[in-house]
């Protein structure tokens, strides 16, 4: 499998839709690529608050056609990152989309764990609920976003729903990269799955991002990782590589905690 992570700069200056004509360019050159990730909230920038409420969109909004064009174009599967997303009947929501190669939503995933502790992103977006995973030939992607990445029982479900891809779309600040490093190769590593994690360069409101995109496969061997700037990592990897670690190294096998208590007879 061909990944490619488009680490994207979202700088002040530039419009939102000049960054989204110019992250579908992006996408389509990304052309014989099996996944594509873009990061969070990168039509806004993950720090903007200011702008969640002026940019929000409906699902299927202008960020949604821009990207399900750029994946059908492309012949992609495409990880679009996440939007500040307008629901009708509610709050706002961080939302990642994913498209089939034909341009059709194969899945939206609204963030559950908010960051902010009472400020930001926390109060000004509801929680999602739901744990979604997708399945593409070859391997079935469970879908994160940025926090949720502290919460390891998050992965443990997907695992349990069958991911074997676990993917992180993130705005991850500078000040905590150790953080991101640790943690992507930490849930790799545990729950014995690849993890390919997308963030973002440049500046979100005056808030530096961490940026160095990273893939780790099951054994948590980094494969690839990005540097600072706007990039594109492009990675090749096999997916039935989760199946061999599993199979060599049981340890899922092992767990006792958090399942079902037994059955008494």
């Given at each position: ?93 961080n939302t990642s989309l994913v498209f089939s ?165």
């Amino acid at each position: 499998m061909r990944a490619s992570v488009i680490q994207i700069a979202v700088d002040e200056g530039e419009s939102v839709e000049s960054r989204r004509r110019r992250v579908a360019s992006l996408v389509r050159e990304q052309a014989g690529a099996d996944l594509v990730v873009l990061p969070e909230l990168w039509t806004t920038g993950a720090f903007a608050y200011e702008e969640f409420g002026r940019e929000a969109e409906p699902l299927e909004g202008p960020t949604y056609e821009a990207m399900a064009k750029a994946a059908s174009d492309a012949g992609v599967w495409l990880h679009a990152g996440s939007i500040p997303e307008r629901d009708p009947d509610g709050p706002l929501y961080n939302t990642s989309l994913v498209f089939s190669p034909s341009g059709d939503l194969a899945a939206a995933y609204r963030k559950i764990h908010r960051f902010g502790f009472d400020k930001g992103e926390a109060v000004l977006m509801g929680a999602g609920a739901e744990l979604v995973t997708v399945r593409l030939p070859g391997t079935v992607l469970g879908l994160s976003t940025c926090y949720d990445l502290r919460f390891p029982e998050l992965f443990r479900g997907l695992v349990d729903a069958g991911a074997e891809t676990l993917v992180v779309s993130a705005g991850w600040p500078e000040r905590r990269r150790s953080h991101w490093t640790l943690l992507a190769q930490a849930r790799a590593v545990e729950n014995q799955a690849f993890v390919v994690a997308c963030g973002t360069a440049g500046t979100h409101a005056g808030v530096p991002q961490a940026g160095h995109s990273i893939v780790v496969d099951p054994w948590g061997e980094v494969l690839a990782r990005a540097g600072a700037d706007e990039e594109v990592l492009t990675v090749e990897f096999d997916p039935g590589k989760v199946a061999t670690t599993r199979e060599q190294f049981p340890a899922l096998k092992d767990r006792l905690l958090g399942l079902e208590p037994p059955r008494r007879p």
